[in-house]
Every structure is written in C-alpha cells, then in structure tokens.
C-alpha cells in the first residue's frame, strides 16, 4: 500500500507550534539561566570583601581608592560576573585593572561616604546590575557611568558586613527643571535604601515616571 506523507499545510502547522513553543519556552529558559549565575556571583563578591577587609587591615582602616588595588589581593577571576558579555561592563575599574572588572565600586568621594554612613550603617560597598533587566543593550557596551541606566530590577549589593543583598531597584525619574525629567537610578540607590537621596548626590527632586 502506498505511504501517505505529509502535505504542505500539516508540515507548517508542526512548524508553527514548534516556534510557537520556542517563543514560550526561550524567556524561561533565559531567566532560569539568570537565576542560575546569582549564586557564583554573590560568592564572588563575598571574596571581594574579603580582599576588601584585607586591604582595610594592611592599610590603617583605608578604604582601597578602586578596585585595582584588590586584586592582588585575590584572584582576578571573581572580579567579573558570569553574566558579563562586555568585556568588563565597569569600564573605568576594568582600564584601571587592566583586566574585566564587571562590579561597580562606590564613590569614594569623602563626602558621599560620610552621607552613606551616617544614614546607613550598613551601606552597599559594590554592586552588580546585571542580574536585572536589561532596557538599553548600548548603555552597557558603553560602561560607566550609563550602565545603571541601561538595567533595571535586580541589584546584587555587597554591604559593608559582607551580607550581600538581592532587590529590585527601578528606574526613577527626576524634575530637570525644564521640560522633560531626567531618568536613572543614582549611585545613592544602588548603594543604600535610604531614601530620599539628600543633595548633592540627587540634587533634583524625584518625580513620578510617565507611563
């Protein structure tokens, strides 16, 4: 007896389902990856404050002016999330380096370090945003200090205690004073929870974000 094939409509409506499933099943299958990367990530960071403390301790209780200055104190490997595609998504700590450095140092400016402490005592030291989503893919190839700009949601922030704390930080907007605002999350967000951020490391008042 001769063997029916299929024909032409069947053959492309397995096609479709198929695509149709991959289109399902390809978000999961990114998150779950995501969510995979969090756990090498924090104990990265959890090494890097131990190079930190370190550092503190051979160095009269001084703060390590960038992250360069940890690296011989670590292997250079935990410096850069299992999520960086960019080379170094830090732009400036990884030329400092010289090697990928996906983390972002706080400012070490004294001042914005003295507002950090006094409002929080536990204040973040370093974060990765990579782990949120990503809006702005050119924002990242370009590195700091539009990075911040280009994710939002998760923020893995590594505090001075060495915990390490994984929360949503969205983008805010901010009244430019004149028309339009300006959009980000502030190196004062990332750091701390704290809010609202005090002048002059948010010297605009937050905003409601346009729908």
Not at 73 to 100: E, H, M, V, W
Not at 130 to 156: C, D, N, R, W
């Given at each position: 007896m001769k063997q029916k094939g299929f024909t032409l409509v069947e053959l492309l409506t397995v096609l479709a389902i198929i695509a149709l499933?991959?289109?399902?099943?390809?978000?999961?299958?990114?998150?779950?990856?995501?969510?995979?990367?969090?756990?090498?990530?924090?104990?990265?960071?959890?090494?890097?404050?131990?190079?930190?403390?370190?550092?503190?301790?051979?160095?009269?209780?001084?703060?390590?002016?960038?992250?360069?200055?940890?690296?011989?104190?670590?292997?250079?490997?935990?410096?850069?999330?299992?999520?960086?595609?960019?080379?170094?998504?830090?732009?400036?700590?990884?030329?400092?380096?010289?090697?990928?450095?996906?983390?972002?140092?706080?400012?070490?400016?004294?001042?914005?370090?003295?507002?950090?402490?006094?409002?929080?005592?536990?204040?973040?030291?370093?974060?990765?945003?990579?782990?949120?989503?990503?809006?702005?893919?050119?924002?990242?190839?370009?590195?700091f200090p539009y990075a911040s700009v280009g994710t939002e949601g998760q923020v893995l922030r590594l505090r001075l205690d060495g915990s390490v704390q994984n929360i949503p930080i969205p983008i805010a907007c901010f009244d430019n004073q004149s028309p339009g605002y300006m959009a980000g999350r502030p190196e004062w967000y990332l750091m701390t929870d704290v809010r609202p951020c005090p002048k002059p490391w948010c010297p605009h008042a937050e905003v409601p974000c346009p729908e």
């Amino acid at each position: 007896m001769k063997q029916k094939g299929f024909t032409l409509v069947e053959l492309l409506t397995v096609l479709a389902i198929i695509a149709l499933l991959i289109a399902i099943l390809l978000p999961v299958i990114i998150s779950a990856r995501k969510r995979a990367q969090i756990a090498p990530c924090i104990s990265n960071l959890k090494q890097i404050h131990s190079a930190w403390s370190l550092y503190r301790e051979d160095h009269q209780d001084q703060w390590a002016k960038d992250l360069k200055a940890l690296i011989t104190q670590a292997n250079k490997s935990i410096f850069r999330c299992p999520l960086d595609q960019y080379g170094g998504l830090s732009r400036r700590q990884s030329d400092a380096a010289s090697t990928a450095v996906s983390y972002y140092y706080m400012n070490t400016n004294p001042q914005f370090r003295q507002a950090l402490s006094e409002n929080d005592p536990n204040h973040g030291i370093i974060v990765c945003i990579l782990h949120g989503e990503i809006k702005k893919e050119a924002a990242l190839k370009m590195g700091f200090p539009y990075a911040s700009v280009g994710t939002e949601g998760q923020v893995l922030r590594l505090r001075l205690d060495g915990s390490v704390q994984n929360i949503p930080i969205p983008i805010a907007c901010f009244d430019n004073q004149s028309p339009g605002y300006m959009a980000g999350r502030p190196e004062w967000y990332l750091m701390t929870d704290v809010r609202p951020c005090p002048k002059p490391w948010c010297p605009h008042a937050e905003v409601p974000c346009p729908e």
